[in-house]
T-cell receptor, first 115, second 115 residues
Framework: GAVVSQHPSWVICKSGTSVKIECRSL??????MFWYRQFPKQSLMLMAT?????????EQGVEKDKFLINHASLTLSTLTVTSAHPEDSSFYIC???????????FGPGTRLTVT | AQSVTQLGSHVSVSEGALVLLRCNYS??????LFWYVQYPNQGLQLLLK??????LVKGINGFEAEFKKSETSFHLTKPSAHMSDAAEYFC?????????????FGQGTTLQVKP
């Protein structure tokens, strides 16, 4: 299957600072990428759909000004958590949409801890 | 709106025993169905998918799932559990609201394999 990477794999930041997470599709071009959030022992919650060259589409209840998504190229999408707070601590996972219908390839995730 | 229900948040089997992880879905249109596996602190790996072809789908690592429309089920099975199968398993259904590529995930089932 396709390879998707995330960087960093884990990050600790202080409350009030911003953190950028990168999601790269390494061996295919991804017009669409997805960003998920996962709390411990819970399922994945879709945050937003990232489309190359256009604005991201956010799910209901997700603050677009807090979670900034940029998809400037066909292989890179970034999620920036702005003014992070401890409640933003979570596991963030991205995926790239493959050529087949509803096929998604997932990155390894980024563990964010806000102190 | 469609949904996915995974019966049993935790399943424990002995090594060599049958693995059965249950998934029921609701969808008003023929769905695409997926099973993913997640190891600790990692992203999701696709085990198998149903896309309206054969109802019995074979996946990686010896897993298979059968699509039963009459029961709206897509249970995951493996004849003989291995210690390395211990992980979190997620069932997912395609989002029927337009060609969004979104997936809706179940709550997840933790599989424990005892020696």
């Amino acid at each position: 299957g396709a390879v998707v990477s995330q960087h960093p794999s884990w990050v600790i930041c202080k409350s009030g600072t911003s953190v950028k997470i990168e999601c790269r599709s390494l061996d295919f071009q991804a017009t669409t990428m997805f960003w998920y959030r996962q709390f411990p022992k819970q399922s994945l919650m879709l945050m937003a759909t990232s489309n190359e060259g256009s604005k991201a589409t956010y799910e209901q209840g997700v603050e677009k000004d807090k979670f900034l998504i940029n998809h400037a190229s066909l292989t890179l999408s970034t999620l920036t958590v702005t003014s992070a707070h401890p409640e933003d601590s979570s596991f963030y996972i991205c995926s790239s949409q493959g050529p087949s219908a509803y096929e998604q390839y997932f990155g390894p995730g980024t563990r964010l801890t806000v102190t | 709106a469609q949904s996915v229900t995974q019966l049993g948040s935790h399943v424990s089997v002995s090594e060599g025993a049958l693995v059965l992880l249950r998934c029921n879905y609701s969808s008003s249109v023929p769905p695409y169905l997926f099973w993913y596996v997640q190891y600790p602190n990692q992203g999701l790996q696709l085990l198998l998918k149903y896309t309206s072809a054969a109802t019995l789908v074979k996946g990686i690592n010896g897993f298979e799932a059968e699509f039963k429309k009459s029961e709206t089920s897509f249970h995951l099975t493996k004849p003989s559990a291995h210690m390395s199968d211990a992980a979190e398993y997620f069932c997912a259904v395609s989002d029927e609201t337009g060609n969004t590529g979104k997936l809706i995930f179940g709550q997840g089932t933790t599989l424990q394999v005892k020696p």
